[in-house]
T-cell receptor
């Protein structure tokens, strides 16, 4: 079945620094979504990418969809304490309708 | 706009007992999902409904789990009998159409099986 892997599993970041988390799928995706889950909370939608090579920005967050539509990345610049949480990517297999989540990247910010 | 409502928020039971969770999606959302999230892992899809029909239940342990969405609105997820490994947060989500768009999640129901 479809597998979605995320690396790293944990990310400790100094406040003000940048970091990137990566998402890789075993199959070609029709689209990919990113969610953020705060500690004790539920996943909240951040963005959806559909086109090959697509890049979208939300303030300090930059999302990219790979050319082959099998991988994606999330880059956060100037990390703040409000960025603490787990970031999940979730992909839909091409010609499918089931959203499969990765294992998440847990981000801790050191002030 | 009211969000996805779930109850109960917390439930503690002993193994072999039964439990039921309820979800009321955002009004007008045709698609409803139940995800299981074990501590430290990503959400795993258990079942997906489109209106009151099942779209995908390939990962639902059907010997102990059942779900229904009568009248295409709210839904219940039942576990009988529960096992220790069922301890998890059960997340309900809804979306206006298929899984192509944004999923709106409820707060979740945290189950502890002793």
């Amino acid at each position: 079945g479809q597998q979605v892997m995320q690396i790293p599993q944990y990310q400790h970041v100094q406040e003000g620094e940048d970091f990137t988390t990566y998402c890789n799928s075993s199959t070609t995706l029709s689209n990919i979504q990113w969610y953020k889950q705060r500690p004790g909370g539920h996943p909240v939608f951040l963005i959806q990418l559909v086109k090959s090579g697509e890049v979208k920005k939300q303030k300090r967050l930059t999302f990219q969809f790979g050319e082959a539509k099998k991988n994606s990345s999330l880059h956060i610049t100037a990390t703040q304490t409000t960025d603490v949480g787990t970031y999940f990517c979730a992909g839909i297999k091409a010609a499918g309708n089931k959203l499969t989540f990765g294992g998440g990247t847990r981000v801790l910010v050191k002030p | 706009e009211a969000g996805v409502a779930q109850s109960p928020r917390y439930k503690i039971i002993e193994k072999r007992q039964s439990v039921a969770f309820w979800c009321n999606p955002i009004s007008g959302h045709a698609t409803l999902y139940w995800y299981q999230q074990i501590l430290g892992q990503g959400p795993k899809l258990l079942i997906q409904f489109q209106n009151n029909g099942v779209v995908d239940d390939s990962q639902l342990p059907k010997d102990r789990f059942s779900a229904e969405r009568l009248k295409g609105v709210d839904s219940t997820l039942k576990i009988q009998p529960a096992k220790l490994e069922d301890s998890a947060v059960y997340l309900c989500a809804s979306s206006p159409q298929g899984a192509v768009g944004e999923l709106f999640f409820g707060e979740g129901s945290r189950l502890t099986v002793l």
